[in-house]
């Protein structure tokens, strides 16, 4: 009796432990929570992970859903407090996947999902080695379940981008990717991408979404290919009226392919409302392309970004394109007054803010007609812009600088009017004045002149262009041109 009893508690144990055992599953409200945290309506995503908890409380999914709120949130916000809070809730979350069903192929995915995340906000606080550590396992952990489950398509998402962006590493840091095991070029991560779109074509895809704006920003960055770009994040898929975040993917497309027009009217009809959290920064997007079009209320809107926004990131870029209103209207007074603020607020780690910084210390002021062209061409009226500098004509320019910048903008003007023949004349001038100037101009001529050989099948004088730029060490976006060149240089090779 006493060993039949035994037995039988035993059993009830072990069955007790086996209905217990977590496990991942993208239930329907669980999708649901995903699909409204990729929108931004947090607290409806949120009440609903609570639900699946209570509801399904073995499943463990709820928990990386979960992750992808407070990702969004900080990356969006940039609150440093917020983000130091998020590192205990990212551990426990980790801890319950890894405590999930390790035959899963979720199992890693989760996890390299997860630390693909906190990645990129730790390069966001400037946090490099950490972000960098993150990678490295999340690489590895992709890595690994795409040998142990090849069909698995979510796993060839994030695998994809990390092959590529390993292939888009300069040659001088990629003997580190490979001596932690880091390997890949851009064309396997592309193919990857595109296995992942054409199985989203006929199959119910959860991130289907995210992967189109994934490919959109890899074929313009690395492919340099604008116009595919443009085409892809306009997928009937994508509705920027019904998702901030599709919204900012679009118009920053938009933006970078000089379609300002197409992007004011896509920012203008983003979508609003309670249920969706703050996103300052479309404001700041707005206004930039306002300002292109030489809109009177560009001020506005980059006011209300400067204004609302709490994060660290473009305040000092935005200061300094409010004082190009002023110098536009004619007000060198209101110029140096948003320069003055551009020295005091916000943070210089990218870019567009340091050179913001670095012309508010120097007192620099812009020609006003260059830049009047220039902000012509970014925002792609390009006739405009041309009209601009032809009626200024290089006898209105005396400094080094702006004679210099005279050729490089007519260069990339007549570039984009596919007048070639005439642009490189132009672009080989400033190699020529600029090469061993700080100004970017000299380094973008070459990086440019090397596209329209690449384009044109002249492989070997398009190299010669592209290590031309690399050659080049301007104070100014050194960084992104030199990414631009390496990524030629290996298309062409």
């Known amino acids: 009796m006493k060993r039949t009893a035994a037995t039988l508690i035993f059993c009830l144990v072990a069955l007790a432990a086996f209905a217990a055992k977590p496990y991942f599953e993208f239930s329907p409200k669980t999708k649901d929570a995903y699909k409204k945290a990729i929108s931004l309506r947090f607290k409806e995503a949120s009440s609903l992970l609570e639900q699946v908890k209570s509801e399904e409380p073995d499943n463990v999914m709820p928990y990386f859903v979960e992750n992808y709120i407070d990702f969004l949130k900080i990356y969006i916000d940039e609150d440093y407090n917020e983000f130091q809070a998020w590192e205990k809730r990212k551990d426990a979350r980790m801890e319950k996947l890894k405590n999930g069903d390790k035959s899963s192929p979720y199992y890693l995915l989760t996890q390299a999902e997860m630390r693909l995340q906190w990645a990129v906000v730790k390069a966001k606080f400037e946090e490099y080695a950490g972000a960098a ?104 898929q994508l509705d920027p009226r019904t998702n901030p975040l599709i919204c900012f993917a679009q118009a920053s497309v938009a933006i970078h392919t000089g379609k300002a027009d197409d992007a004011i009217n896509i920012l203008k009809n983003r979508p609003k409302g309670r249920q969706y959290h703050s996103f300052h920064y479309l404001d700041y997007l707005l206004g930039l392309c306002k300002l292109y079009k030489g809109d009177s209320d560009a001020a506005f809107y980059l006011n209300k970004y400067v204004i609302n926004f709490r994060g660290r990131n473009y305040i000092k870029e935005c200061y300094q394109r409010l004082a190009w209103t002023e110098l536009l209207k004619g007000s060198e007074t209101g110029y140096f007054n948003y320069m003055e603020k551009a020295k005091t607020r916000g943070s210089d780690s990218i870019d567009g803010d340091a050179k913001a910084l670095k012309a508010a210390e120097n007192r620099e002021k812009p020609n006003p007609i260059l830049l009047k062209a220039r902000l012509r061409f970014d925002g792609g009226y390009k006739k405009d812009a041309n009209s601009i500098l032809e009626q200024a004509g290089i006898a209105s320019f005396s400094s080094k600088k702006d004679i210099l910048e005279f050729h490089y903008r007519k260069g990339r003007i007549l570039q984009s009017m596919k007048k070639n023949t005439a642009a490189l004349e132009e672009f080989d001038t400033t190699i020529e004045k600029g090469r061993n100037e700080s100004y970017y101009f000299a380094c973008n001529a070459a990086l440019q002149a090397g596209i329209i050989k690449e384009q044109q099948g002249d492989c070997s004088t398009a190299l010669r262009y592209y290590d031309k730029a690399l050659s080049m060490k301007p104070d100014e976006y050194k960084n992104s041109l030199h990414g631009k060149a390496k990524a030629g240089k290996d298309r062409c090779q």
């Open 133 to 236: 550590n993150q990678v490295r396992k999340a690489f590895d952990a992709l890595d690994d379940n795409q040998k142990k489950f090849p069909d698995f398509v979510p796993n060839k998402k994030s695998l994809g981008i990390l092959h590529s962006l390993v292939g888009a590493t300069p040659p001088n840091y990629r003997w580190a990717l490979k001596a932690v095991g880091m390997s890949g070029t851009i064309e396997q991560g592309r193919k990857e991408i595109e296995e992942v779109l054409e199985y989203a074509k006929h199959n119910d895809f959860l991130f289907e979404e995210e992967t189109i704006i994934m490919y959109s920003l890899l074929i313009l960055h690395l492919g340099n290919e604008s116009e595919a770009s443009w085409k892809i994040i306009r997928s009937p």
